[in-house]
């Protein structure tokens, strides 16, 4: 199961009950990957979004982790930091931070409705060791809840794909410039959660191929082959690659796909995402392109996916106007 922000969480970031139902009715997923989880206040700012930098946050997902493990499925937390789309807004979070002092395009999502991003400030040098322990004291934290792993989110737009791509990535020190320079802070964030946690339960999210809030790259080919390469060395559980189709409804590409090409640079098992019908997930496996292939959005109007597709039923449809309510409905109920 591929992860899918919710929005149930409480106005402090702390998980709720609802959110164990949610998670414990999809734990036939096998591995559920959980939506992304705030690695600190700075970092987070999306409404009624769960975070894992404190002692209440780590016991509210515990009762997450226990939903799933007594359901017999496994689950890792996704680490986040939202970077240049967060908002002042938000009590506690200053301005926005990125690699470059940048602005994302169209509106924040904020309590009091949507409001139009600000201008990034670039994260001075000496700030970096800051984020990296935080992103280590998360999965730190994350162990401590009971998760069976971490997924560090360097996709779909947000801070460490900021530093990874070139339209928005403008430094001129050890962090910016040619790829290998761009994806140093990915590196040394993966390699300490390495450390901290064990590499057997680290993995990471690329989203290689097409723009995505506002941001792409002049040569993305170069750039995350050369970052799968990189996150070889450290022995990662799993690479997991969202990469749209030129027909996709949640993101296009804009050329032919470069998750073949990661596949012969990294040496763990590769997960596919994105677009995939059970049929097409499974031709992926046929011949090999992938080892995995997470589904997202079929699991929120269907919790027993994976019986379904084994049973050949139909399919039920989701609400959109159900994704992001605060509410079980369309939730943990139809």
Not at 12 to 26: E, K, N, W
Not at 66 to 91: C, K, P, Y
Not at 130 to 143: D, G, K, P, T
Request: hydrophobic share 40%; aromatic share 8%.
């Amino acid at each position: 199961m591929a992860p899918m922000t919710r929005g149930r969480a409480t106005r402090d970031h702390v998980p709720t009950p609802l959110m164990a139902r949610y998670y414990g009715q999809r734990a036939s997923a096998g591995l559920i990957l959980t939506e992304a989880i705030g690695i600190s206040l700075q970092g987070l700012a999306w409404p009624y979004a769960p975070g894992i930098w404190n002692g209440e946050q780590v016991e509210a997902w515990r009762a997450v982790t226990d939903a799933v493990h007594e359901a017999g499925g496994r689950i890792v937390a996704q680490l986040w930091h939202m970077g240049r789309l967060t908002h002042s807004n938000f009590a506690g979070r200053g301005r926005p931070i990125s690699a470059s002092a940048t602005t994302a395009p169209g509106l924040a999502q904020t309590y009091e409705g949507k409001l139009p991003y600000e201008e990034a400030r670039a994260v001075d040098i000496a700030e970096i060791p800051v984020l990296i322990e935080q992103f280590s004291n998360a999965a730190r934290n994350a162990i401590r809840a009971g998760f069976d792993g971490v997924q560090i989110h360097a996709a779909n737009g947000y801070l460490l794909d900021q530093f990874l791509r070139s339209s928005s990535n403008l430094r001129h020190d050890k962090y910016g410039g040619g790829p290998e320079n761009r994806i140093r802070l990915l590196e040394e964030v993966t390699v300490a959660i390495a450390q901290c946690i064990g590499a057997d339960r680290t993995a990471v999210r690329l989203s290689p191929n097409g723009e995505i809030k506002g941001i792409n790259d002049d040569n993305p080919e170069e750039l995350f082959v050369a970052a799968a390469k990189t996150l070889s060395a450290p022995g990662i559980a799993f690479l997991e690659v969202r990469e749209p189709s030129f027909e996709g409804t949640n993101g296009k590409a804009d050329r032919l796909p470069i998750a073949p090409r990661m596949r012969k640079a990294f040496s763990g098992p590769l997960v596919l995402n994105s677009d995939y019908d059970a049929d097409k997930g499974q031709a992926m496996l046929d011949v090999g392109e992938a080892d995995a292939i997470s589904f997202g959005r079929p699991f929120i109007a269907n919790p027993d996916f994976p019986g379904r597709i084994a049973r050949r039923e139909a399919l039920s449809q989701s609400d959109p106007t159900s994704w992001y309510s605060t509410g079980a409905e369309g939730y943990t109920e139809p």
